[in-house]
Nanobody, 123 residues
Framework: QAQLVESGGGLVQAGGSLRLSCAES????????MGWFRQAPGKEREFVAA????????NYADSVKGRFTISRDNVKNRVFLQMNSLIPEDTAVYYC????????????????WGQGTQVTVSS
């Protein structure tokens, strides 16, 4: 069974950077769209960024555009989220997710999820 394992979270000061990594095993990773989501305390989970199977297309939530970059390595079965210019509002548990039925972007329904990694941004 496929697994997604996130890493790279931690505590950082406002203005700093972190790079999240998500490793996948057990499925045809290179054929799936992948996404990053986050959930802050007391709030619903929200979309952050997504990338198509080839890496040729990506999209972002307005709140992170220009600061975050999603990328993937289909040889190593990994997806990354580079987060720059972090602000306290970025504090959340970050999850990666895969859409095994849609390799592109648009109408994605993510059907498998990692356990999450905590990102805390101090002011």
């Amino acid at each position: 069974q496929a697994q997604l394992v996130e890493s790279g979270g931690g505590l950082v000061q406002a203005g700093g950077s972190l790079r999240l990594s998500c490793a996948e095993s057990g499925r045809a990773f290179s054929t799936y769209a992948m996404g990053w989501f986050r959930q802050a305390p007391g709030k619903e989970r929200e979309f952050v960024a997504a990338i198509s199977w080839s890496g040729g297309m990506s999209n972002y939530a307005d709140s992170v555009k220009g600061r975050f970059t999603i990328s993937r390595d289909n040889v190593k079965n990994r997806v990354f989220l580079q987060m720059n210019s972090l602000i306290p509002e970025d504090t959340a548990v970050y999850y990666c997710a895969g859409d095994s039925r849609n390799p592109g972007l648009g109408g994605n329904k993510y059907d498998y999820w990692g356990q999450g990694t905590q990102v805390t941004v101090s002011s």
